[in-house]
C-alpha cells in the first residue's frame, strides 16, 4: 500500500472511519454483543462530549515538556485526588499511559532503589502479564505464588518466597479473570517487616473500589492507607471513565517517585527527565483525565461504581439461575464469570461465538472454575446483559 499521491477529501475520509469503526465493533450493532469491552468510557454521549472538549484545546500539547505548565499543573490535580482517595495526604506520582507502563514502572523503581542489577520479584500466580512482562524487561526473576481456592494470595506463602533478593513484591487489587482482591493489608506487614518494596497493581479497582466505601461491597482497605504499600496503581481510562491512553501512578513519597524517573546521561548534552517509559506524553490525556474527574465528582463515581456493581451481582445472579452453569467467584469489582462443573465450556463458548457474542475467553481445563466466560459490566450498558443471558442460556443445554 502506498500513500495516496494527491490525498483524500474529508467526505471520502470519513466514510473510510465509518467503515473501520464498524470493523473495530465499536458502533452501536456491534456494541450489542460486545461484552469484552472494559474501557467505560464508550456508550455515553454525556462523557465523550467533556473528552472530545478537552482534546480540542489540548490536541498539541506534549507533557514532557516542563514548559508546558497549566498540563503539569492539570497532572498534579489529578495525582493529588488520586492520593487523596487512596489515603494519602501528599502523595506524589504522575499519569503514564496504561496499567502495563505503571507496572513496569513501579518495578523499575524497586530495582534501583535496591541498588541491584538483577533480583527477584514475589507476586501471586493471578498477577497482571505486564508484571511479568516488566521483570523480563528489568532482568528480574518472577517467583510465582500459587493463589488460595478463591483466587487470592496468600500472604503465608508470599512471605516464605521472599529472599535476600527480593527487590519487589506485587499484589493485586482486581485480578484478572477473578475479580479479586489480595489482602492487601497483611501483604503489606510482611512489606514492612522485610523492608521490601510494595506495589498494589489495582488498574481496575483504585477507582470503583473506592467509591464502593460504606456501601453493601465495601472491601477491606486495599490502598495507600496500608503503611507498607510503596506504590500504586489504577488505570483513569478503566473504571475512571476517562479515554485512553491514561493510567496513573501514585508513589508513598518523593524518593520513590525519583527512582521512578529517568535522566539523560550528562554526555548527551541535554537535559531531560522523563518521569515513565515513553517520551513524548500526550498532554490531551492528561487534560481528558482532569476533565472527566472534574465534571463526575464523587457523587457521579459513586453512582456509577454502585450501578456497575449491582449490575454485577445482578449478572452473577443470571448465571447461578441456569441449569449447570455458576460464576467462578463472587466478584469484588464489575466483571464477572460463568463456568460449569459439568457442561463443556468449550462448546458453549463455541455457540456463543457463532451467534456473535464477544466475550473474554479464560482458558482452562474442561469442567473447571478456571475455564470461563469473562463479561465486563458497564454502567451504561444495561440492555445487553439480559439478552447475553438468555443466550448463555440457550447455548448451555
Ligand atoms: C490487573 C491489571 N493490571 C494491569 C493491566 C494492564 O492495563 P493496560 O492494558 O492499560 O496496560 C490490566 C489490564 O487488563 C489488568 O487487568
Redesign the pocket.
Known sequence: MRIPKGGRTWGEISKGLRGFEKASFMDPTGREKQLQH?YALSGTPELRAIVDGAFQIFLDSNASYDTEHGVLEMEREVVSMLADLWGLSSGVGHMTS????S?ILSLYAARKLSKRKGGSVVLPSTA?M?LFKGCEYLGLKPIVVPVDDHFRAVPGAMERAVTKDTVAIAA?A???AWAQIDPIEAIGKIAEEHDVYFHV?A??AGFLCSFLKGSEFDIPPFDLSVKGVSSMSS?P??NGYAPFPA?AIVFRDKELQRAAAYSTPKFLGYEYETPGLIGTRPGYSIAATWAIMNYLGVEGYTKLSRKAMRMTMEFIKGVSDIPGLRPSTIPKLNFATACSLEIDMDRVKATLKRKGWLFYDQIGPRKTRENAIVAAILPDREEVYPRFLDDLRAASK
Open positions: 472494559l496504561c496499567g502495563t507502563e507496572n497482571h505486564s493485586t482486581g485480578n484478572w497493581d488498574a481496575y488505570d481510562h478503566k493510567g
